[in-house]
Nanobody
């Protein structure tokens, strides 16, 4: 069983930066794809950024040029550097991992004040 644990969320002013981190534990399998989704209360979860094991990335259009996803040297770690944050980036952010199955973290809140 894989557990994903996020950290790094918080409250920041518009224009500021945050770095989200996610680490997997509980299994020795390597996750082929890792990434981040966001979700507001009552809305569907939406892809923010994904990174594959070969380094390929995919971003939500509204975060291109502001957010950068990367994988850590430790197995099954992923980061999301969030720059030039906007109030509309306010959401819960969830770590995602996939190999044969899909795995989710519990989420970390990002709040951007205007």
């Amino acid at each position: 069983q894989v557990q994903l644990v996020e950290s790094g969320g918080g409250l920041v002013q518009a224009g500021g930066s945050l770095r989200l981190s996610c680490a997997a534990s509980g299994s020795i399998i390597s996750l082929n794809v890792m990434g981040w989704y966001c979700q507001a209360p009552g809305e569907e979860r939406e892809l923010v950024a994904l990174i594959s094991s070969d380094g390929g990335t995919n971003y939500l259009d509204s975060v291109k040029g502001r957010f950068a996803i990367s994988r850590g040297n430790a197995k099954n770690t992923v980061y999301l550097q969030m720059n030039s944050l906007k109030p509309e980036d306010t959401d819960g952010y969830y770590c995602y991992g996939r190999r044969a199955n899909k795995y989710w973290g519990q989420g970390t809140q990002v709040t951007v004040s205007s």
